[in-house]
Each structure stands twice: as C-alpha cells, then as structure tokens.
Nanobody
Framework: QVQLVESGGGLVQAGGSLRLSCAAS????????MGWFRQAPGKEREFVAG????????SYADSVKGRFTISRDNAKNAMYLQMSSLNPEDTAVYYC????????????????????WGQGTQVTVSS
C-alpha cells in the first residue's frame, strides 16, 4: 500500500497561481498511476488531472485544460499540480489519489478507480 499526503493549498487571488504537491510513501511510487481530484461543498468529487505510471501520459478535465499542469517525479516519490489562471470556480478541497491497477500508459478518470487517497488540501480562490 501507499500513503499520500497533499500540501500547498491555501488562499490565492483570482488570476494567480498555486502548486500542489503530493508526497507518497510505503510502496514503489512508479507502480501507481496518479490523479488529482477536487470536491467543492455540495458537489461530487470530480477528476482534475491524471498521469500515467511513467509520467509520459497525462489527462485533464476540460475545465482545467491549458491552466493546470500535472507532473510527477518518481525519484522523489512525488506528484505535483501546477495551477495557473485560477478563478473562484477552482475553489475546492484537492485530493491526490493512487491507482495500482493501471497498465503502462493508462490514466483513469473516475474516483472509484483509485485505491488510495490523501487527506486533501484546501484551495480557495478569492475574487
């Protein structure tokens, strides 16, 4: 199994940028495809971005394409989400998640397909 801890959330002005980090421990990080999800109050948890085991394949929700960039550093057991041009609609709790079942090059987009989750980090974008 793998343990995940998010960091980097906070308060940012509309139009600003923020970088989230997800630190993994307890297993071989490169065996997991990874994803970022977010959940606003009263809304379903939604897919934000995903990255394959090797880091060569990425996938983004339409709402964040061109603004967010997902990356990973397997040597550091870490995953990142660089968020730019933030707007108030991006306000949510952001979660990192790990998927041990993905084949090479595969990115999944639904929460049920991920086995391990971090505790979440709050991102608030003010207008």
């Amino acid at each position: 199994q793998v343990q995940l801890v998010e960091s980097g959330g906070g308060l940012v002005q509309a139009g600003g940028s923020l970088r989230l980090s997800c630190a993994a421990s307890g297993s071989v990080f490169s065996r997991y495809a990874m994803g970022w999800f977010r959940q606003a109050p009263g809304k379903e948890r939604e897919f934000v971005a995903g990255i394959s085991r090797s880091g060569t394949i990425t996938s983004y929700a339409d709402s964040v394409k061109g603004r967010f960039t997902i990356s990973r550093d397997n040597a550091k057991n870490a995953m990142y989400l660089q968020m730019s041009s933030l707007n108030p609609e991006d306000t949510a709790v952001y979660y990192c998640a790990a998927d041990s079942t993905a084949y090479l090059g595969l990115v999944k987009r639904t929460p049920a397909e991920y086995e391990y989750w971090g505790q979440g980090t709050q991102v608030t974008v003010s207008s």
